[in-house]
């Protein structure tokens, strides 16, 4: 058996046992599901240990170079004149999917152990957390557009009742708006996937096909066809293969999210759960990135290197914006959805630099962000729990009454403002040095746009650091009195066995960024050689 | 031969490994240690501490005035570059990792004592290991990259240090101020390294700023543009690259802005004196000895690549710098707020004398601005503990900082005043003092740099010896308020017990160590010739042009002719209470006594306007992005209303229509079958009637 296919469906098993489980046995669910996280985290493990890496393993236009590759035929309908129609169970990975996979499935475990939390109706949210988990997986390893969309689009399902049902006064209004900004972005996506399907065929059987990588191909194109390179096809007067690509980028970039698209995320994140959250700013944002990558610049090239400008600049909008946003705000929960934004801007700009440093920028990014805003959404899970606010300005003083969770606040806050030593720092710098050297590589970005970029970097300490003044340092004072007091315990063995990980994972990856760097370069190599040649 | 001398300096290498990573090990042991005030961890720490001063000294003895040691290894490969880690070795990195071993050890010693009490013991030691390692590593570094790293950890060290009484609200607002100025600097610097590599490919400080500096011999000017004909270090062979020449300014401007964030220039001088809230113990290393003197070290470091302008523009600024904080110092009241400025204003002569050329100069000054400011700090930490200690027995109600409840100390603590006699004589810089030495080198340079330049020029040579006799002034008050005459204190309070000493000899040692190394011996044997120092001559690349010589002479006699003179004027003013010559309602004077009001500047024009940008921005998220998805959520819900409305009305309606007539047909149609046969009969004449008429009409 594939270990992918293992990893994708094994909690979908695990979420048939627990509903099969009578609810009498409802506290043992978040054990099930932990035992489901880790097995997949065991396995992720295997499969990052046994990744091979060298020039013949680079993957993205090559499907032989893929690894733990599985294609099944899975749709197969003869429709006569219009040829047959050819969908396929297809997995596989390389190296822009590796470490995000590893990444998620790690953070599916902290998420697993946030669920604690959760009080009310069990089964329910532990079936629907483990179809999430099914759906996340399945995206990065997807490499069949018809499949990937499946997952993608199956994301959405259980996120909207997690936040939905389980959420906090406003959930209803933020699970709807969710729901409805992500929908809008992937009903025009399936769109702009039919186009691909009928302008692309498979050049062993001559059929059309869903198959990511031979879209990458322009000889696989059909001469005529609406996305065709050479036919240069019109759509309403606009190159078609602009607004396929354009109508993508919308539709991962509401995942990103890059502003302006992106309220609904604070909304999302300040009426979810704590292991929504997690699960919402540390997976569910890298597939925005990831589909950014694989799907609007892989399918796209020539588009993207025409448009780099246009990504850089709303990377650096996000970064500033993101962050300036971020020092208006009251509420911890959306402080750190805003810190998100901003953090994500950077992904964005290591893209657009199409430069190997870039890219590796926003790759390390990407897996620097997933494992440290899961820190700092459990973080802000600590204290709402105990009090039931999270309000920055109804607390003073947390470092006398809490100290070891001050200490991992202080650790999660200075890796996420970009403290050399741990891994934020090498993704944010790495993501400028390549927005820089573009001017001179491949001309896409300008110089000021680093620069630009460098100034969120000094917004991010300000408004870290602001929040560390105001609600841990100085005398005590809080705004529930005594009654808090005795409620804000510090943290418990559960919460420390789940941080201490989180922590020294980002500082590893800080001191060793080539636990990621050595298993994404050849792939990284090769996708900019790839984007050269357009 | 070669392999022989390949041996010894791989073990060099590993002997500073060792140095910089003790602390580390320190730091690491400390954190685990349990409890909070654990008198283990002071030893562990000043035990690193003395290990690594070992070390370097041996590093130091093997580098200096010898060949450089280079090594590195590759830390990891992004794409197709690889990033290497390692150690350079050279006059510069050997002086600056002994010097801040030399400071190091004392302070740690004077600490296990200054700190017994304190709840935080652990957490002290801790931090003050991280910050020696982070100082140790810069000061090797061989590459940029981790050049920055190491740059920004020292400031997180000192951010952690600074805010240590995090209970305090003055500390905790000090920290984020000092961190947030600093990173100013930080994102100066990485720009700045950012355009170095985009232009030479490389981060390796060697290549770029060594002896072969690529940067000086290779790259160069030519109708605004930077040229680096370079093909061996970047991606595109063969091809001339260049630059707007806009953009090396803008990479000395990134590195000015780190420096001054460092080094506490104008105009992100002003964290310094706040960050006077950390532990004395710390402001005496890391905010007057090392870390603020990293600043001037990156200058050091990226000497090559500033033309004439810019460093025109260093001087300018270090000029304006030593002469502003010198006239702060003039007012203030609390002690370490006055040496806090009196740092600035000496590091302000660093920044010029690396502006003016002075090189070794500029680095000397460093050296032995380290030894007798942390000196005075040391001292100011002792006055202020047996201050605080008259305080706490009599539950006084003072400041324990503010010199004006001071006074006539010298006989109390005899030690400690003539070391601070000793720091404060260094600092005006008279003769047989270390800082005679080298302030007089910066001086006379100075001068010399301004001959033959227009008038405009001279103002910095003259700004700096006005700074001199400031300097010369405000040591004098300090040094009279805090030791001769009476205790103020007693005037108020005048029961109060006093029970003041020297203190033990965690004290004394120190103190001893570091007024030893504010002496001229230490750095040379002449006494009023800077030429002859061994540090001056290691740094100094030619010789004196002649006319030095009148310089030579007439600059120092001056100066201290007049420096004593004003010493004399303050100590009859200060010591004999007789007369004022200040008047507290003076412009002058308010503008030094707050300190020209450079904060309140900043309060009102940058971090206000930010504020409210940032509410702004987040308004705009609510009302305007927000508004505008509602009302696309309105349209919709509009639409969909519509569509409700034409499906019940229009589509609805139609087919009810349609079925209402069908009905109203089917009632009509209905009578006709009534069941009566009179009805049947009628309906057909009727029938037959209509046929014959339609028959007969048509």
Known sequence: MNILTLLIFTPILFALIIALLPSAWRSSFKFVTLLATLIQLGMSIWIYYNFKTGVSFAGINHESQFQFLQKLPWINLDLGALGKMQIDYFVGIDGLSITLLVMTSFVLVIAALASWEIKSNLKGFFVLFLILDMAVIGVFCSLDFFLFYIFYELMLLPLYFLIGMWGGARREYAAIKFFLYTLFGSVFMLLVMIGLYLSVTDPAT????????????????????????????????????????????????????????????????????????????????????????????????????????????????????????????QDLKRLIAYSSVSHMGFVLLGIASLTTEGLSGAVMQMVSHGFLSTMLFFLAGVVYNRVHDRGITHFRGLATIMPKYTAFVVVAFFASLGLPGFSAFIGEAFSLTGAFKSASVNGVLPYWMAVCGAFGILLGAAYFLWTLQRMFFGPVNLKGGSVWKTALTDLNFREKITLLPLALLVLVLGLMPSLVFDKINDSVVTFIQFLRLK | MDNFLQAIDTLTIKFTLAAVLLPLLAFIINLAIPGKNNKITGWISTGAILASTVLSVFVFSRVWNSHQVHQLVTWFTIGDTKVYAGVLLNNLSVLMLLLVNLIALPVHIYSTAYMNNDKGYNRYFAFLSLFCFSMLALAVADNLVLFYIFWELVGFSSYLLIGFWFTRDKAVQANKKAFIMNRIGDIGLLTAILIIYATFHTFDINILFGPNSIIKSISFFNKGEWFTPLTGYFTIPGVSYHLDAIWQYVAFGGIFLAVAAKSAQFPLHTWLPDAMEGPTSVSALIHAATMVAAGVFLLGRVYPMFNNTELTILAIIGCFTAFMAATIALTQNDLKRILAYSTISQLGYMIMAMGIGAYSSSLFHLVTHAFFKCLLFLVAGIVIHQMAHVRDDNKLNIDPQSILNMGGLRKKMPLTFITALIGGLALIGLPFTSGYLSKDGILIQAFQWSEGKSFVYMLIPVFALLTTWLTAFYVTRLIVKVFFGDLRLLKTYPSAKLHITDGGWQYSVPLVILAAGSLFPFFALNPVAYEHSWLFKAFSTGSSPATERVFHIVVPVGVNILSVLVIYGAYVIYAGKKLNPFSPAGALWRLSFNEWYFDRFYNKYIIKPLMALCRGVFRFDRRVIDTFIHSIAYAGMALAKLAAWTDQYIIDGFLYLVTDIVKAIGNFARRFQGGKVQYYLYSMLVVILVIFLLKTLI
């Not at chain 1, 991962?252 to 919402?280: N, Q, Y």
């Open chain 1, 206 to 329: 001559g059929n059309h096909t869903f198959n990511i990588i031979q879209m990458m191909n322009p000889a696989n194109y059909q001469p005529d066809s609406v996305f065709s390179v050479l036919s240069h096809q019109t759509i309403f007067g606009m190159p078609a293969r602009t607004i396929g690509f354009v109508i993508l980028f919308i539709a991962f970039a509401i995942k990103v999210p890059v502003v302006p698209l992106h309220t609904w995320l604070p909304d999302a994140h300040v009426e979810a759960p704590t292991p929504v959250s997690i699960i919402l700013a540390g997976i569910l944002l890298k597939v925005g990135g990831y589909g950014i990558i694989r799907i609007c610049v892989g399918i796209f090239p020539e588009i993207a290197h025409a448009d780099a400008y246009w990504l850089g600049l709303l990377g650096v909008i996000s970064i500033i914006y993101g962050a300036l946003n971020a020092l208006a705000q």
